[in-house]
């Protein structure tokens, strides 16, 4: 679990989270003597008892701390505290590349002034005999108004002489989209790998796409680093200089020694390219500010582009003094951003996403991205639900043979570790799935799932799956849900079409009750799919099931199933004082005093730890929703049970207080339990697998101290 504000780790004062993923969190943490904020990165308490990752988080620390740049974070210190590893770096108020291209804040220009910054960054690293390999945008921290670029996090790092030896294991510890093809085949690496994803870093800052997105998959990615030729920028964006092809072709060869031979080769071929073209580019336009605030400041106009300090080796300009309006800030799409305000949680960069201190943005204090500048999403008259796979033509997901054979000759060299995306999913097989509004063939394993209904982001994300978007109130993940984010996913705060479309899934699953017309806008953006037909009585159970089957998952969540059984059995077991007692949830809010029903998610939690529900609030014929107003709270006391549970969402609540409350609440004699915790009230109404976990961690301690 995340530490509280105000916690004390090694000396410095926690004062939120920054980000958190697969190996820790990182917190934004107060100096214990100095008037500032650093970042401290916390490596999870599992992982710090597993000898490799305290050696990997270690050897961060190590190498990172060896490097003195402008361009590169600064580790301050290092530490260990009630057996948890820590590090303490440079805290960056900015934002990352990667954001920023989301936000639609990239333009040619600020692409080649980032990518000059990190070039430097690299050669530094390069002639002290360390690779970074994870170059990435995401790991492009900038300050405000890109005053300073940093590279950042060297957690995955190695020195010159170790890499062939850690290839040799098959370990792939890169991003697959930015890998160098002699790091996805076991060869051994030099600088030049970190080239080669500069490289493909610059062509996704240019294009908004990572080199071989429509490759299929992360075997067709790998199998194209390998064998297909680099892509050409001006195919997606047009406007652009025909030379940056070719310096993207010479960054991005497939044989190290026909790349650039240094970072900042590359960043001066990059300049030369644009350098020939009319003024144009250089006073590329800021792209607008979306509607409503959203995405904040406006990005930075430079000059030029940035210098080289030598003539390139490479290709240079054209002699042409060809004139060309600069791209928009997604080359290829026009029209204004959707108006619906989203958010995007990311992992750390060694789990595959965000930047160095987890990404998204948020760690930064920057403005939440928008939904990635692209044209408002019209909606046509809704067609047959096209199998998913099939008929979209944006992706394919069809893994090619070649691919096949890359992937396994990368598996039998050793563990291959891909950075990013969701766990593998053992043999995907074609599934045709009745559900409420018709039926969805679903034949190839979904790449872009859109998770938006309650509970549907926990099943889909317990079952190891990254979302491509997700529904959640307010527009913020619970933060059981955010430690499983592994990638970048897009928080929408209600079922937005518009926003949803523009995030382009190629599966909506919404198990919530939705009616015929909001499916059939759903069934326009993508192949959609609701309940099963018989779904009375539906639990999370019935749900993490349901989502497993539509994503060839059975067997994870049967698995899933068992342990919460087990976990819930243990309570019961460890709790003997909780078995047949009589319970109630009444909740409290600035709205009035209700009660949970009998059939709600609150009451089959407590009765799966051994209370029995009290029989009073059984679903009447009237009732709608998971509880029952009481104008009068008197009546509570009419039958009370043995224990009554207050959720309190009230102006009032806080610090399990009775400040407040209704004369009923004081006058029960049986056992109270007064729950004010915003995570377990969102657990309680949110229901799922890791809410369940949640609540086993939070809530039963609190029934612990009242039932006896």
């Known amino acids: 679990m995340a530490l509280d504000p105000g916690a004390i780790v090694g000396g410095y004062t926690i004062e939120g989270v920054l980000g958190s993923g697969g190996m820790g969190t990182v917190y934004r943490a107060r100096h214990p003597t100095l008037p500032r904020s650093d970042a401290l990165k916390v490596l999870s308490a599992e992982l710090s008892r597993d000898a490799h990752f305290r050696a990997r988080f270690e050897r961060e620390a190590e190498l990172a701390a060896t490097l003195d740049h402008p361009n590169i974070v600064t580790v301050y210190n290092r530490g260990e505290t009630d057996g948890q590893l820590w590090i303490a770096m440079q805290f960056v108020a900015g934002s990352d590349a990667d954001n920023e291209l989301r936000d639609g804040r990239m333009t040619p220009a600020r692409a080649l002034h980032i990518v000059s910054e990190v070039a430097k960054a690299l050669d530094y690293a390069h002639r002290r005999q360390l690779l970074h390999r994870d170059v990435k945008p995401a790991n492009f921290l900038l300050a405000p108004d890109d005053e300073r670029v940093f590279l950042a996090d060297f957690g995955i790092a190695r020195a010159l002489d170790e890499a062939v030896n850690l290839t040799a294991t098959g370990m792939v510890m890169a991003s697959v989209a930015y890998a160098a093809p002699e790091s996805l085949v076991g060869e051994p690496v030099d600088h030049r790998a970190d080239i080669y994803s500069l490289g493909c870093s610059l062509f996704r800052l240019l294009t908004g796409k990572t080199p071989f997105s429509k490759a299929g998959g992360m075997g067709g990615m790998a199998a194209a680093h390998i064998s297909t030729p680099p892509p050409r920028v001006t195919e997606l964006a047009p406007a652009l200089p025909a030379a940056i092809d070719d310096v993207i072709a010479t960054a991005m060869a497939k044989d190290p020694k026909d790349r650039y031979q240094s970072a900042r080769e590359l960043a001066a071929a990059a300049a030369a390219a644009f350098d020939e073209t009319t003024a144009e580019v250089r006073a590329a336009p800021t792209p607008p500010i979306p509607q409503g605030g959203v995405g904040g400041r406006s990005g930075p106009t430079y000059p030029g582009p940035p210098t080289g300090p030598t003539a390139p080796t490479g290709p240079t300009a054209p002699s042409s003094q060809s004139h060309f309006t600069a791209p928009p800030p997604w080359p290829g799409y026009s029209g204004s951003a959707p108006t619906q305000a989203s958010n995007y949680y990311a992992a750390p960069a060694n789990t595959g996403g965000g930047g160095q201190f987890g990404g998204g943005g948020g760690h930064f204090g920057g403005p939440p991205p928008n939904a990635d500048g692209l044209q408002s999403y019209q909606p046509s008259p809704p067609p047959s639900s096209p199998a998913v796979g099939q008929g979209r033509g944006k992706r394919r997901w069809l893994v090619s043979g070649a691919a096949v054979v890359v992937v396994a000759i990368l598996v039998v060299a050793g563990v291959l570790v891909w950075g990013g995306g969701d766990e593998t999913a053992p043999g995907f097989e074609p599934v045709s799935l009745n559900h409420m509004y018709g039926t969805t063939e679903i034949a190839s394993e979904p790449q872009a799932v859109a998770a938006v209904g309650r509970g549907d982001p926990d099943a889909v994300l317990s079952l190891g799956v990254q979302p491509a978007v997700v529904v959640a109130p307010a527009g913020g993940l619970p933060a059981w849900e955010r430690d499983l984010v592994t990638g970048n996913t897009r928080v929408l705060g209600d079922l937005d079409t518009v926003a949803l479309g523009a995030a382009d899934p190629d599966l909506i699953i919404d198990s919530s009750r939705i009616d015929e017309q909001t499916y059939n806008k759903l069934a326009v953006i993508a192949p959609t799919v609701t309940r099963p037909q018989a779904s009375a009585n539906w639990t999370w159970q019935d749900q993490l099931s ?140 949110n229901p799922g697998y890791a809410a369940t976990e949640h609540l086993n961690e939070t809530l039963v301690p609190a029934l612990k101290r009242q039932v006896h």
Do not use: C, H
């Open 546 to 685: 349901w989502v497993g089957r539509i994503l060839g998952r059975s067997d994870k969540a049967k698995q899933l199933l068992d342990e919460a059984s087990s976990a819930q059995a243990e309570i019961r077991s460890q709790n003997p004082a909780f078995d047949g007692k009589s319970i109630e949830v009444v909740t409290v809010s600035d709205d009035g005093v209700a009660a949970a029903l009998s059939d709600s998610p609150a009451a089959r939690y407590l009765e799966g730890i051994g209370f029995r529900y009290s029989t009073s609030w059984r679903r009447a014929a009237e009732d709608t929703g998971d509880s029952r107003a009481l104008p009068d709270p008197a009546q509570l006391n009419t039958a009370p049970p043995e224990v009554r549970m207050v959720v309190r969402t009230d102006a009032g609540a806080g610090n399990g207080s009775y400040n407040g409350l209704p004369e009923p609440f004081s006058s029960y004699r049986g056992s109270t339990v007064i729950v004010d915790d915003p995570t377990i009230t969102t657990a309680l109404d």
